[in-house]
């Protein structure tokens, strides 16, 4: 019997709707929801939930592509600021969020193969023909994929501390070797759904750092751990895709950091990592090392992971800035050293606000 069923897991969709209603409904920007049908290469029929935002701009799109374990709605704080000159877009991944449930491959390589091609499917339904691309944790390692597989279609590829990149033994501390051990064995959320009803109870108390970040739009916490709650109370065939890319402690088994170096040479890519995070800073540099003409990384103070919740202004100044060194670019014509001069005023504006939100 499918998870989504049975009283041990008491999945419902009407309280999901629900709670992203209630999150969308403190937003200022007029926006649709809506699905959007997809087939993959393999025949199977899927559909992706999306949010959009400004369709009417005539300036370059934004895609927000959400971590692990999340859905659109986690862009909360960032939807307002974003669509203010331009048009955006989050979509939940398949077997993510309200997005449709496939089996996927039983392979990492096979399953990463998969969400990136719905996200092509995706992007063919919607008539996009090129745009920013951002990407949170997991979200970044996919963003990642998409861009080496479709290079034409990404104009800046913005990465919020990826996941994915190391190939590195080295982790912070024990209980994140411990963690990361666990999620390369077992099903990531099978606790929470095990829980049943307490599940949401039991965000609150593990993810209240989490929910805590959207307080100053959400006086009710309920509202938050609702939506993460049931966005993993369901059948979780992109958690088992998700476990199929994970190696020993939380590496890719297929690490980015192998594969960065065949990006579009061209392509300007930003890279943020919160000073506090867990992930592999280290990676920054590395990455950095090879194409330092046209990769930036900046480490938030401040900010752990979550980047666009914890330090929210000063992520919406950089994805703005950078979406406008896009349009700027292009109303130049490209010009020789185009991304040169696009890099050093977004690093510029961003560096002048940092110092004054700091």
Known sequence: MSPNTT????YSEEKLVKAEMKMLSTLKTPH???????????GSNEKVWTISFNTESKNTPIVLIHGFAAGSCFWLLNFDALAKNRPVYALDIIGFGRSSRPEFEENGI???KQIVDSIEEWRKEMNLEKFVLVGHSMGGYICTAY?????DRVEHLVLCDPWGFSDRKA???????????????????EFLRMLGKLGPWWIRQTCDDIVDNYSSVLEDRTIMSNYIYHCNAQNPTGER???????????????MIRRVNKLREDLPVTI?????????????????????NTIDVRYIDNAGHHIYSERAELFNEIVNNV????????NKGNVPNGIANGMKSVNENVDNLSETLN
């Open 7 to 10: 009283e041990e897991f008491p």
């Open 32 to 42: 649709k929801t809506f699905y959007v049908p997809i087939k993959l290469p393999s």
């Open 110 to 112: 096979g399953a990463e």
């Open 147 to 151: 861009t080496l597989d479709y290079p």
């Open 171 to 189: 982790y912070p501390n024990i209980q994140i070797k411990a963690l990361c051990y666990l999620y390369s064995k077992i099903s990531p959320l």
């Open 241 to 255: 895709a998700f476990t199929t890319m994970v190696k020993k402690i939380g590496r890719a088994r297929n690490p």
């Open 272 to 292: 943020l990592y919160g000073k506090n995070t867990w992930m592999d800073k280290e990676m920054g540099k590395r990455i950095q090392d090879m194409r330092p």
């Open 323 to 330: 979406s406008d060194s896009v349009d700027q670019k292009k």
